[in-house]
């Protein structure tokens, strides 16, 4: 069954340094999402990408944060310079379109110290 | 915020019991969405049940949902160790600037003992 996958699965990461958190969608579907929870709280929504440009943003997904869909199968989260409160399980997911069901990856958890 | 919000926060059960939860939003949805996840893990998707709907079943699964209380349930019957897990449930707007974008509860913490 086609999934979801992101690497790495845990990211270590210093203060201030960027990271990139990799993700690969199911290979047919075209929406693709950002979703992140922080330990012991809600899954918070990030960002929606579609069309290679974003649909919808949270105020969460300030000017530290960016996307991309660097080729035809990857999709990116990069954040600039990682804040204490950056650490979190970032999730990625995918549908072949709007309201429609989001599948979603294992996460990377991103630990910032 | 339309979030969803789960009831109980947390449910132990038996083998072989049923499993009830609920969960209420604040304004109009698209759809809603239950997920499960197993501790420190990914979301799984369990079903989906769209405002036109008002009842589903997968498996052992069966959701309900009543747009006028604006409430949803999600029901497992005869619970195994296996399902014991966090569920969630999710909303998708009406509006267009909601779309794709789910709001998740809080999350019920089921426990199946043998």
């Known amino acids: 069954e086609p999934e979801v996958t992101q690497t790495p699965s845990h990211q270590v990461t210093q203060m201030g340094q960027e990271v990139i958190l990799r993700c690969v969608p199911i290979s047919n579907h075209l929406y693709f999402y950002w979703y992140r929870q922080i330990l012991g709280q809600k899954v918070e929504f990030l960002v929606s990408f579609y069309n290679n440009e974003i649909s919808e943003k949270s105020e969460i997904f300030d000017d530290q944060f960016s996307v991309e869909r660097p080729d035809g199968s990857n999709f990116t989260l990069k954040i600039r310079s990682t804040k204490l409160e950056d650490s979190a399980m970032y999730f990625c997911a995918s549908s072949v379109a709007a309201k429609n069901i989001q599948y979603f990856g294992a996460g990377t958890r991103l630990s910032v110290l | 915020s339309q979030q969803g919000e789960e009831d109980p926060q947390a449910l132990s059960i038996q083998e072989g019991e049923n499993a009830t939860m609920n969960c209420s939003y604040k304004t109009s949805i698209n759809n809603l969405q239950w997920y499960r996840q197993n501790s420190g893990r990914g979301l799984v998707h369990l079903i989906l049940i769209r405002s036109n709907e008002r009842e589903k079943h997968s498996g052992r699964l069966r959701v309900t949902l009543d747009t006028s209380k604006k409430s949803s349930s999600l029901l497992i019957t005869a619970s195994r160790a296996a399902d014991t897990a966090s569920y969630f449930c999710?909303?998708?707007?009406?509006?267009?600037?909601?779309?794709?974008?789910?709001?998740f509860g809080a999350g019920t913490q089921v426990v199946v003992t043998p």
């Open positions: 999710a909303t998708e707007g009406m509006t267009t600037d909601s779309w794709g974008k789910l709001q």
